[in-house]
């Protein structure tokens, strides 16, 4: 059962990583279509989310993923750097909060240097 519940939360956070992207794809290129929009998935059923490491290893994979969607950051073009950053921080934010483990929701904080939490959803 843990499987099919992994599998499914690969599958939302590949769909929110493509909604929050499609979201910005739009505002920023109005002539391309959403179904175009890149989005990558990011797989994580090898790693224990209850310890800080595999935390850790999957915060770098988001990044990773919303860094190869998102665009060049490091643009010397100023609006395209900071439409690519925007596009990145929300992508982490909405893949961290999908995912909804707390090890993770604070290696996000941490990273940002925020001591704000996320709000995670309650169990039902």
Do not use: W
């Not at 959403?34 to 998935?41: K, L, M, Q, S």
């Not at 860094?67 to 921080?89: F, I, M, P």
């Amino acid at each position: 059962m843990k499987t099919i519940a992994r599998n499914n939360r690969n599958f939302t956070l590949a769909a929110v990583a493509a909604v929050c992207l499609a979201t910005v794809a739009v505002g920023a290129h109005a002539d391309e279509a959403v179904n175009g929009v890149p989005a990558r998935t990011v797989h994580y059923a090898d790693l224990n989310l209850g310890t800080q490491a595999g935390a850790a290893i999957l915060y770098n994979r988001i990044r990773n993923a919303a860094n190869q969607v998102c665009g060049d950051v490091g643009s010397r073009e100023l609006a395209r750097a900071a439409a690519a950053k925007a596009c990145v921080d929300r992508a982490i934010f909405a893949s961290v909060r999908s995912v909804n483990e707390p090890k993770l929701t604070s290696e996000y904080h941490t990273r940002i240097g925020d001591a704000q939490p996320i709000k995670l959803a309650s169990a039902r």
